[in-house]
């Protein structure tokens, strides 16, 4: 089973500020990740997927970035709206598809 | 636009049993690989149940193997999660989510999720 890790588990970042997220695979999974946000009571939303491909409609402000074993979210100038938990997803090696543990994005 | 919306959810006992749906609509149901996935209170996503598009493939992890089982009906375009023996740990929030591709891939698409208490 390939073990997602996410750092910080907590950023605290003003508003208008970069945030940069980090999650590491315990073993290469290419560029088979995915990124997903989450705000309290909703579902997760896809935001990054093949590490750096933008969903549809995701703001260009959310880029991704990495292959192999490191990839980085970065939100270049956080609006409001983006905090929120935010969560990487390998599909490399399946089953299990795991998740990182998640990264909160809180307001400083 | 795609929906997907999750019922069946509730207050069951130790050792009971439940089962979740997941109607689904503006895509062609049979085509795409779909998934569950659950959030514990408080806690993080885990995955929970895989059906491959053709329905020739169900995955699931150690933690729910032969307690769960994933299924559909390509008639009512409607995704199925039994789940049996219910344990406590399994109280979370269970989402469906589909895949963008007939077999196993990231999920583009959630549906609400459907909560599930397993307490006495």
């Known amino acids: 089973e390939i073990v997602m890790t996410q750092s910080p588990a907590t950023l605290s970042v003003s508003p208008g500020e970069r945030a940069t997220l980090s999650c590491r695979a315990s073993q290469s999974i290419s560029s088979n990740l995915a990124w997903y946000q989450q705000k309290p009571g909703q579902a997760p939303r896809l935001l990054i997927y093949g590490a750096s491909t933008r969903a549809t409609g995701i703001p260009a402000r959310f880029s991704g970035s990495g292959s192999g074993t490191e990839f980085t979210l970065t939100i270049s100038s956080l609006q409001s709206e983006d905090f929120a938990v935010y969560y990487c997803q390998q599909y490399y090696n399946w089953p299990p598809w795991t998740f990182g543990q998640g990264t909160k994005v809180e307001i400083k | 636009q795609v929906q997907l919306v999750e019922s069946g959810g509730g207050v069951v006992q130790p050792g009971g049993s439940l089962r979740l749906s997941c109607a689904a609509s503006g895509f062609t149901f049979s085509s795409y690989g779909m998934h569950w996935v659950r959030q514990a209170p408080g806690k993080g996503l885990e995955w929970v149940a895989f059906l491959r598009y053709d329905g020739s493939n169900k995955y699931y992890p150690d933690s729910v193997k032969g307690r769960f089982t994933i299924s559909r009906d390509t008639s009512k375009n409607t995704l199925y999660l039994q789940m049996n023996s219910l344990r406590a740990e399994d109280t979370a929030v269970y989402y469906c989510?589909?895949?963008?591709?007939?077999?196993?891939?990231?999920?583009?698409?959630w549906g609400q999720g459907t909560l599930v208490t397993v307490s006495s």
């Open positions: 989510a589909k895949s963008p591709y007939g077999s196993g891939s990231y999920y583009d698409y």
